[in-house]
């Protein structure tokens, strides 16, 4: 089952605007992530926020995470028509199992488009 | 870094065929490997993973199967497909320090079962 559900689904805005995208999760986790998928390709990691961080910045991306509400936000400031893609958080459980091999389980995805 | 190569790019398959899609991966050694696939317009969801050579683990009961014969191979693989295989999948590998937990996915195979 989904671990993560991205909201909103899609959302369009204009370039140079800030885009949010939000994500829910339901079990404790060590560490979540969010990537980046262009249409047809594979997935780009983005950023990692681990559970004892709130706040992490990587350029223009700024990722919140709030343990107590299981949630996390996607901020990207001064959007531009090439972060037009779908974006998917992932969480890694606090449970590690043996063998495990930190298994990754991702959210149903935001697809944002950034228009000219 | 590591670079994940995944073949082919496409693949049309009629139902009761055959499947194998190989991923191999350069830049690290003894890699964590997985394959995922998504449905389209959906999340991804985790079908094998691998520890190393010739330990698979599967996520879901399917009409699938993997293995890795070797260090920095991973296969795919089913003996009748069904239409509901159809989909894209993705081989991801782990990452290495500093992000270690962090994945890295090849191009992908969007295979079409008709």
């Known amino acids: 089952s989904q671990q993560g559900e991205e909201d909103p689904q899609a959302l369009s805005i204009q370039e140079g605007e800030n885009a949010t995208m939000n994500c829910s999760y339901k079990t404790s986790i060590n560490n979540l992530q969010w990537y980046r998928q262009n249409s047809g390709r594979g997935l780009v990691h983005l950023i990692l926020?681990?559970?004892?961080?709130r706040e992490k910045h990587s350029g223009r991306l700024r990722v919140t995470l709030d343990t107590s509400k299981k949630s996390s936000s996607l901020l990207i400031t001064a959007s531009r028509a090439a972060d037009t893609a779908s974006y998917f958080c992932?969480?890694?459980?606090?449970?590690?199992?043996?063998?495990?091999?930190?298994?990754?389980?991702f959210g149903t995805g935001t697809q944002l488009k950034v228009e000219l | 870094s590591q670079t994940i190569h995944q073949w082919p790019a496409t693949l049309v398959q009629p139902v009761g065929s055959p499947l194998s899609l190989e991923c191999t991966v350069e830049?690290?050694?003894?890699?964590?490997l997985y394959w995922y696939r998504q449905a389209a317009g959906r999340g991804l969801q985790l079908l094998f993973y691998s520890v190393g050579i010739g330990q698979i683990s599967s996520e879901v009961p399917q009409n699938l199967s993997a293995s890795r014969p070797q260090d920095r191979q991973f296969i795919l693989s089913s003996k009748k497909l069904l239409l509901s295989d159809s989909g894209f999948y993705l081989c991801?590998?782990?990452?290495?320090?500093?992000?270690?937990?962090?994945?890295?996915f090849g191009s992908g195979t969007q295979l079409s079962v008709l």
């Open positions: 991801a590998c782990k990452g290495d320090q500093p992000i270690w937990e962090k994945l890295f």
């Open positions: 926020i681990r559970s004892n961080e």
């Open positions: 992932a969480t890694a459980a606090l449970t590690i199992l043996t063998g495990g091999g930190n298994k990754l389980t």
């Open positions: 830049g690290t050694s003894n890699p964590n």
